[in-house]
């Protein structure tokens, strides 16, 4: 357990709709917000949503949980898929809600299994779909 | 599990300048003051051997006699009679706990007039808290305080979560102390964290001893008295107080100069050398006895003490300091070394989000020069983002105001760790329970 966890509990949706992601694939995106003292989904993009209609999806200055599911082809043209996990924090979003999200984010992200990339973005630039590709590869 | 009524919680954070100390879910601190306070001692008939040796130092419990401590701003402003100022944390660790006991009691009874046994505690800690050190508070905070509940939260931590990263790098200057530290998901990598004894303290401490080279004397408020003869005309009228001590004169000249230090420095752009700077323009400066001092090339000298230690060899009367300065490194080498102590994997990450707490990273420009510094020294690869609270109070306060909304979230009133816990495992649970 990290030291100052919020101890913030985890809706079992959450660890439903993810593996329906992982395993099924039937969604490109799962937004997570936290509401009433739990991780809760928020919205769900189907499969022929793209990055940009994902990052459209996310509040501007509120915090925010996601898990994308990016396609992409290798240098050896391989055709690979990699899950990234986002924890969206805008410096303009409050103080408050910034603590909150970066305090519950381990306990969440333990719940969820099969997370291959994290990243932790402040504004747009640092979850830019080159940084995307970039960690990809 | 702490119960979680509706009593709001008391959040402390204890530096080595100043302690802050408020009620949980509020913005800012209620109560900030001074950590070191003022020790008269009291067998002093009995025992006449001089109160000048162990000045400015804590004095060892054991070979005096009772003692009676002035805790407060207030309290310290009044001048007394053989009352020296000393301070319970040395290199950011407490080597007093009797002092620090009366610094919360002041907090409590005086400053936000609680009873601790009705309120949850949560205790801001520096990263290199031992074990020991966590136990004796977690006693003091149970059996003496009768604490409901107790969190031990590190600083560290709390900063970076209350920028909203889970990771990062954590630059703290404070007033005794800067700490490099970084924190990964929430735990601070206590093998990569830097420490260096330059903070406020030292940067004070070298402007004082600046001035006085060029014949500048810093009167402290008590050792004259200031008329008004005729309209806007004024006397200034030395008075003497043979009985002062050196601790406490000192005390007071720091702190009219650390408000010079606030108020004209800026760090340089450039490392700061002599020829360069020599034609600067000065700022003036008002002191409390009415003199007006011209301020030149220490306006940018002193802030540069961060950058290249080295440069406090250059001043007159910091000698003691000097030796130890030459081995420190400055700022931007903290940062790489701290860098590169941690796993390959999550350096990139760290490098991009690096933020600036603690009282003298409120330096103006100190942020911009470090960016520049780190650029250069940095990776090629590296996005190197430095990161500050464009709020000054925020910058200040981050690790209370962290504090604060920890202990006010609904699902954290789980995480305490209890008075009957504390009952049932004894103090060392506090290594389970606030890891």
């Known amino acids: ?137 | 599990m702490y119960g979680g009524d509706e009593v709001s919680a008391i959040v402390i954070d204890l530096g080595s300048h100043t302690c802050k100390a408020g009620y949980a879910g509020e913005d800012a601190p209620k109560a900030v003051f001074p950590s070191a306070v003022g020790s008269v001692d009291e067998m002093e008939v009995d025992n006449p051997d001089n109160p000048e040796d162990n000045s400015g130092s804590a004095p060892d419990l054991k070979s005096k006699g009772k003692r009676k401590l002035y805790v407060g701003s207030q309290a310290l402003g009044f001048r007394r009679d053989h009352m020296e100022v000393i301070s319970p944390i040395r290199d950011g660790t407490v080597v007093d706990w009797d002092i620090v006991e009366n610094i919360w009691d002041h907090a409590f009874r005086e400053c936000l007039l609680i009873d601790p046994k009705e309120h949850p505690m949560l205790l801001a800690e520096p990263c290199s808290n031992t074990q020991q050190q966590r136990e004796k508070a977690a006693e003091i905070m149970f059996e003496k305080y009768q604490v409901p509940a107790l969190f031990l939260a590190k600083n560290a931590v709390l900063t970076s979560f209350a920028s909203g990263r889970a990771t990062s790098l954590v630059v703290d200057s404070g007033g005794g102390l800067t700490t490099v530290a970084p924190v990964h998901d929430g735990y601070v990598l206590q093998k990569a964290v830097c420490t260096s004894p330059i903070g406020g303290g030292i940067l004070t401490d070298c402007l004082i001893k600046s001035l006085e080279q060029k014949g500048i004397t810093i009167k402290p408020r008590y050792s004259f008295k200031r008329k008004e003869i005729r309209p806007g005309e004024f006397q200034t009228v030395d008075l003497d107080f043979p009985d002062t001590t050196e601790s406490y004169k000192l005390y007071c000249q720091r702190a009219i100069a650390s408000d010079i230090k606030e108020c004209v420095s800026r760090a340089p752009d450039t490392p700061y050398d002599d020829s360069s700077y020599s034609n600067i323009p000065t700022t003036s400066y008002e002191l409390p006895d009415g003199q007006t001092i011209e301020v030149g090339a220490d306006r940018f000298k002193i802030p540069d003490i961060l950058f290249n230690p080295s440069l406090v060899q250059t001043i007159p009367g910091m000698e003691s300091f000097a030796e130890t300065a030459a081995s420190l490194r400055g700022l931007p080498q903290m940062v790489i070394d701290s860098i590169n102590k941690c796993d390959v994997d999550i350096r990139r990450e760290l490098f991009s989000s690096i933020l600036l707490a603690g009282g003298t990273s409120s330096m103006q420009q100190l942020k911009e020069r470090l960016e520049k510094d780190l650029l250069e020294e940095s990776p090629q690869a590296a996005r190197v983002k430095v990161l500050a609270s464009g709020n000054a109070t925020e910058r200040r306060f981050s690790v209370w105001i962290g504090g604060s909304i920890l202990a006010s979230l609904g699902s954290f009133q789980q995480m305490w760790f209890s008075k009957s816990e504390y009952e049932e495992h004894g103090a060392s649970y506090v290594q389970r329970k606030c890891p």
């Open chain 1, 1 to 137: 357990m990290a030291n100052a966890a919020s101890g913030m509990a985890v809706h079992d949706d959450c660890k439903l709709k993810f593996l329906e992601l992982k395993a099924k694939r039937i969604y490109r995106f799962i937004i997570f917000k936290i509401d009433a003292q739990q991780v809760v989904v928020e919205k769900l993009g189907n499969p022929e949503e793209s990055y940009e209609d994902f990052t459209n999806a996310l509040p501007a200055d509120e915090c925010r949980y996601a898990v994308f599911d990016f396609d992409f082809v290798t240098n050896e043209n391989c055709q690979k898929s990699k899950i990234f996990f986002i924890a969206w924090s805008p410096d303009t979003s409050k103080v408050r809600m910034k603590m909150v999200y970066a305090s519950s984010k381990d306990r969440f992200k333990r719940e969820i299994d099969g997370i291959q990339v994290e990243l932790q973005a402040t504004d747009p630039s640092e979850m830019s779909l080159d940084i995307i590709k970039s960690r990809a590869l």
